[in-house]
């Protein structure tokens, strides 16, 4: 298994608290990305990185932020959380972004927003 | 728009019966395509890809898909369906844009 560790796993949170999720990995990986899986809508990217201090948005980018100061992790944080960002997050991780390069995916962090 | 759709939300088939799991895209250039399966409560693995070298890939645990170009369609199938195959499964699309678009899901349940 590809070395990405997620944490925390669970975690319920207060509407409006800052809350961040972290991505670590072991592969050296130059691509990571976050994305969040809703019933109904499969997976929907949410940021993605494509080196130390790059990143990009994806395409459900709102009321989310981002930072990878080190290769190896790649923070997600919801400034002030809202009920609708309860999700399940996965990170995924990537040797580069050609398009016949396989995505890696942790094992995700349930957030509930109460 | 580039996008990807699977068709069925939920499909469910008898213990050794063939399973078939519907995948389109929609784009002017074919895209490399991905199957994951999803178990509960982990994360998604990859099952195959087809990256334009043969439109008819082989994946892990018996599983197969076709690409064709003219439906632009990129089905799953397994011929005989096992108990250990029920999870969720999703199709994923690279449009040349350094990411994965996914379709829906699709929960596989499967009868004894």
């Known amino acids: 298994d590809a070395g990405i560790t997620q944490s925390p796993r669970h975690k319920v949170t207060e509407t409006g608290t800052p809350v961040t999720l972290r991505c670590h990995q072991t592969?050296?990986?130059?691509?990571m990305y976050w994305y969040r899986q809703d019933p109904g809508h499969g997976l929907r990217l949410i940021h993605y990185?494509?080196?130390?201090?790059?990143?990009d948005k994806g395409e459900v980018s709102d009321g989310y932020s981002v930072s990878r100061s080190k290769t190896e992790d790649f923070l997600l944080t919801l400034e002030s959380a809202t009920s609708s960002q309860t999700s399940v997050y996965f990170c995924?991780?990537?040797?580069?972004?050609?398009?016949?390069?396989?995505?890696?995916f942790g094992q995700g962090t349930r957030l509930t927003v109460v | 728009a580039q996008s990807v759709t699977q068709l069925g939300s939920h499909v469910s088939v008898s213990e050794g019966a063939l399973v078939l799991l519907r995948c389109n895209y929609s784009?002017?250039?074919?895209?490399?395509l991905f199957w994951y399966v999803q178990y509960p409560n982990q994360g998604l693995q990859l099952l195959l890809k087809?990256?334009?070298?043969?439109?008819l890939v082989k994946g892990i645990n018996g599983f197969e898909a076709e690409f064709k170009k003219s439906e632009t369609s990129f089905h799953l199938t397994k011929p005989s369906a096992h108990m250990s195959d029920a999870a969720e499964y999703f199709c994923?699309?690279?449009?040349?844009?350094?990411?994965?678009?996914f379709g829906t899901g699709t929960r596989l349940t499967i009868i004894p």
């Open positions: 784009s002017s250039v074919p895209p490399y």
């Open positions: 592969e050296n990986h130059r691509y």
């Open positions: 990185s494509y080196g130390v201090k790059d990143t």
């Open positions: 995924a991780i990537s040797e580069s972004g050609q398009r016949n390069t396989e995505a890696f």
């Open positions: 087809y990256t334009s070298a043969a439109t």
């Open positions: 994923a699309a690279d449009f040349g844009n350094e990411k994965l678009t």
